[in-house]
């Protein structure tokens, strides 16, 4: 809870293999987060080889950005439960992100914070 009394919100993000995607999905569902937005994206970077001596420069690669909103109760097993259900054990399963939400406002209701999540 913030200082007033309001219920702290989370946004959390995980770019994530497409593959693993329908196991994120139903792990999720398992602890009750139905709703979430996917976007497609492509990651680029500098990586070590696996020698570790010389950098690479990836080509491209597609991925799957998950963004989810959820209360702060909800926020290590939302994140726990992605982190689980999306490791394959290699290099490139992806990278998790966890925001505070300052306010939230149901459009058609006017509900604000997390009541306007369900």
Same mark, same amino acid.
């Given at each position: 809870?913030? !200082?007033i009394?309001?219920?702290?919100?989370?946004?959390?993000?995980?770019?994530?293999r #497409?593959?693993?995607? =329908?196991?994120?999905? =139903?792990?999720?569902?398992?602890?009750?987060?139905?709703? !979430?937005?996917?976007?497609?994206?492509?990651?680029?970077?500098i =990586?070590?080889? =696996?020698?570790?001596?010389?950098?690479?420069?990836?080509?491209?690669?597609?991925?799957?950005?998950?963004?989810?909103?959820?209360?702060d109760?909800?926020?290590?097993?939302?994140?726990?439960?992605?982190?689980?259900?999306?490791?394959?054990g290699?290099?490139?399963?992806?990278?998790? !992100?966890?925001?505070?939400?300052?306010?939230?406002?149901?459009?058609?209701? #006017?509900?604000?914070?997390?009541? #306007?999540?369900?």
């Amino acid at each position: 809870m913030n !200082f007033i009394g309001e219920v702290v919100l989370k946004k959390i993000e995980a770019v994530v293999r #497409a593959i693993k995607i =329908h196991d994120i999905q =139903h792990e999720l569902l398992e602890i009750g987060i139905a709703t !979430f937005s996917i976007y497609q994206v492509q990651i680029t970077g500098i =990586h070590k080889s =696996h020698e570790g001596v010389r950098n690479k420069t990836s080509d491209y690669v597609p991925k799957l950005k998950i963004e989810i909103l959820c209360a702060d109760k909800d926020e290590d097993a939302v994140i726990k439960t992605i982190q689980n259900a999306g490791q394959s054990g290699e290099k490139g399963d992806g990278i998790i !992100f966890s925001y505070d939400i300052n306010k939230l406002v149901k459009i058609r209701t #006017a509900e604000v914070g997390e009541i #306007a999540l369900q």
